[in-house]
């Protein structure tokens, strides 16, 4: 009699000793009482092909994907999805028939869901969004705005030129606001978006003046560690409702553990409180 597979997954990066991952899946696992294991691998630029083509024949079912291999990862998929090429990034690697390596990106569902779960009253056809930063995560939450129907995208940037490029990227609804100027503009959007890296543990945090934000406006924040940043904070004191950036880190995972291991994952506060720990 053949014992069925233990299903194998990893997270690739490099370093990759922070990563919260291994911490999420392992305990989503556990919880669930489902065998299969989830592990870090370090892995450098130089030897992510041949680690990905090795994978597959040692059990591995999948894999996520992080600094610095995002980007590079697309280039040794042999199947990439819409989203993926659109952003130009993947970090949720499937392995299919052969050993043929399926390439996604889950950060623009992981972005909405967080949003959904948390601010059930945001309607993302009512009016403008408006986004600080245009990095790669940036390039995610965009596309899920428009592929929810947000009417237009107002993005700013330190490098004006960043930003320029995600109008020829994602078309008309894109609207370039100076940097210098952000500011003068927040009154008039549905949703504020920190999606620079400021803020950010280690980090100068994001100063932008929340004079004209109006108390309507929900607020939320890529970066979780701080899990309050200087910003969220300074927003929930003006009376706004804000989101930090830590649901959208274990959102997007949802999707990667359901497809790999085949049971869809509960995000709730006792996952939270276990990431927190650590
Ligand atoms: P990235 O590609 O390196 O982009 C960094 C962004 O921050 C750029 O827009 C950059 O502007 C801006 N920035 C950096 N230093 C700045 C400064 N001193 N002044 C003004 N702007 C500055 O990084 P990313 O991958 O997009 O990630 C951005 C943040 O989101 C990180 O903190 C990351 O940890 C977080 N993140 C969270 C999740 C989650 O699940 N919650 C997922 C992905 C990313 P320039 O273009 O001018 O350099």
């Given at each position: ?19 919260k ?34 994978m ?23 199947r ?25 990106n ?102 932008i ?7 309507k ?62």
């Open positions: 009699m053949t014992m069925p597979k233990i299903p194998l997954v990893a997270v690739l990066g490099s370093p990759i000793a922070h990563s991952s291994p911490l999420l899946h392992g305990f989503w696992l556990d919880r669930l009482g489902m065998k299969g294991y989830y592990i870090p691998v370090d892995v450098t630029p130089a030897d992510l092909e041949e680690v990905l083509r090795n597959p024949k040692m059990g591995f079912v999948g894999a996520n994907i992080t600094l610095p291999h995002k980007e590079r990862v697309l280039s040794l998929a042999d990439i999805s819409d989203r993926a090429s659109k952003i130009g990034a993947a970090n949720t690697l499937s392995f299919e028939e052969g050993g043929k390596i399926y390439a996604d889950t950060d623009g569902i992981g972005f909405m869901e967080n949003i959904r779960q948390n601010a059930s009253n945001w309607i993302p056809q009512k009016g403008p969004a408006m986004l600080l930063g245009a990095g790669g995560a940036s390039r995610a939450v965009v596309m899920s705005l428009l592929e929810n129907d947000v009417p237009e995208i107002w993005i700013t940037n330190r490098t004006k030129l960043r930003a320029e490029q995600f109008v020829t990227d994602f078309g008309a609804r894109l609207k370039v606001i100076d940097w210098a100027h952000a500011d003068q503009v927040l009154g008039d959007v549905t949703i504020l978006i920190n999606c620079t890296s400021l803020g950010m543990s280690g980090n100068p945090p994001l100063n003046i929340l004079d004209k934000l109006n108390r406006t929900l607020v939320t924040d890529l970066v979780y560690n701080p899990l309050e940043t200087p910003f969220l904070r300074a927003a929930r004191d003006k009376g706004c409702d804000t989101i930090d950036g830590l649901g959208m880190l274990i959102h997007q995972a949802v999707a990667g553990f359901e497809r790999w291991f085949g049971v869809k994952p509960e995000v709730d506060q006792e996952i939270r409180d276990v990431l927190l720990k650590k």
